[in-house]
């Protein structure tokens, strides 16, 4: 079974600051690869996704990932962040071999600090 | 025209009662979840459903009862309600077949809190 690890529960940054947010999964196979973000009592909303093709991902809000297939991570970069990027950020994979069922990092939450 | 919609949003009520939460998505997939998020955040997938027939059920206890009458609803029953229930329920779908990338769609969410 895949493992999805995110390597930091909580980073606080200031605003207009860069943020970096790390994931690492373990998975031998081919996977794809999501970004989501929940925001404050919402529900989760997709960021950006890798299906294949170029390992840089654009987002929305001005996020981005990069796929590193031999480091098995996608960290997640903003260049300046705003006050409203405050939530919980989920780092998820899925393969074919549970189906393209995803599994789920278990979040890191992000306060941004005026 | 939201795509994956659940009610209620907000649910309070005491041990030991029964409560329902639906859900209905308008995207045509084929497939519907019912997930978990505890009070650290944590995500735990429950159910899923693909065209009525479930076909994930993860170690939930049996007061927890799915039932999906058509592929575009999925709804929860709580039985005998206890205070470790209490915690946001999400509602999800996605594409099934050729198309499945594991991309899930989620809806808003429903708060419950037991007393």
């Not at chain 1, 390597?7 to 994931?23: G, I, M, Y």
């Not at chain 1, 590193?68 to 960290?75: A, D, E, G, I, L």
């Not at chain 2, 859900?23 to 459903?49: A, P, R, V």
Request: with cysteine.
């Amino acid at each position: 079974a895949q493992s999805v690890t995110q390597l930091d529960s909580q980073v606080p940054v200031f605003e207009e600051a860069p943020v970096e947010l790390r994931c690492n999964y373990s998975s031998s196979v081919s996977v794809y690869l999501f970004w989501y973000v929940q925001y404050p009592n919402q529900g989760l909303q997709l960021l950006l996704k890798y299906l294949s093709g170029s390992t840089l991902v654009k987002g929305i809000n001005g996020f981005e990932a990069e796929f590193n297939k031999s480091q098995t991570s996608v960290h997640l970069r903003k260049p300046s962040v705003h006050i409203s990027d405050t939530a919980e950020y989920f780092c998820a994979v899925s393969d074919f071999s549970n189906d393209y069922k995803l599994s789920f990092g278990a979040g890191t939450t992000v306060t941004v600090r005026a | 025209d939201t795509a994956v919609s659940q009610t209620p949003k907000y649910l309070v009520t005491q041990m030991g009662n029964d409560k329902s939460i639906k859900c209905e998505q308008n995207l045509g997939h084929d497939t519907m979840y019912w997930y978990k998020q505890d009070s650290k955040k944590f995500l735990k997938i429950m159910f899923s459903y693909n065209n009525k027939e479930l076909i994930i059920n993860e170690t939930v206890p049996n007061r927890f009862s799915p039932k999906s009458p058509d592929k575009a609803h999925l709804n929860l029953h709580i039985n005998s309600l206890e205070l470790g229930d209490s915690a946001v329920y999400f509602c999800a779908s996605s594409l099934q077949g050729l198309q499945n990338t594991g991309e899930l769609f989620f809806g808003e969410g429903s708060r419950l809190t037991v007393l």
